[in-house]
């Protein structure tokens, strides 16, 4: 019985060992196609007069895909358990397209050239977090609930500096923010690496864990992203 037992572990033990990688490069994926539909959506848009100016002119229009973005987020992170991974897939998908419609103003303020290279500084800041937090011994989950908190205050500084209009909390806002979603790539990074080491295989249930975490790094990547061109992005005439 004893042998038996034995073998059963180190079956189970390579089956993990096997199932962990692969996951890993789901996130990875996912991750990454989302950001490219993300970014043709919006070169798209930017370059349709009609699509731009409908989204600029129509405020009900830019607010419902506000409100969609929100909602999708928030409800495929809530029942994730109870949808299929083709829906959950799905809704990852549009979130992806629908942040790109929302996101083609940036090629209308700032300059293509710019634009690309804060998109290149950004991709080298994630992959040094993403890589540190992967690989280090340290257990950043105090400094994720840190993170977290420090975000909610910049949300709320942001809302009330709507109506201040106060360039240099702007300013201040853009440098924290910066600082927040570095910390909360690492910490990210570390999270989806624990939750998919204890998955037992590939199963549906655990892609599901794997494409919860490739939203979560799209978020911070995206966020990341906006924060550092709103530093060194030159504006357009």
Known sequence: YE??????TRERELEMSAAFP???RKVYLWMSLALVITGFTAYYVATTPALIGAIITNQILFWGLVIGELALV???SAAINKLSLTTATLMFVIYAVINGLTLSFIFLVYTASSITSVFFITAGTFAVMAFFGYFTKTDLSSLGKILMMALIGIIIAT???????????????NYLGVLVFVGLT???AQKIKQMLMMAPDTGEAAQKVALLGALSLYLDFINLFLYLLRIFGSRRD
Request: aromatic share 10%.
């Open 74 to 76: 928030f409800g495929l």
């Open 22 to 24: 692969v996951l890993m």
């Open 186 to 188: 690492a910490y990210d």
């Open 159 to 173: 809302i009330v500096n709507i109506f201040t209009k106060s360039e240099g909390l702007a300013m201040i806002l």
């Open 3 to 8: 042998e038996i037992t034995n073998v059963v």
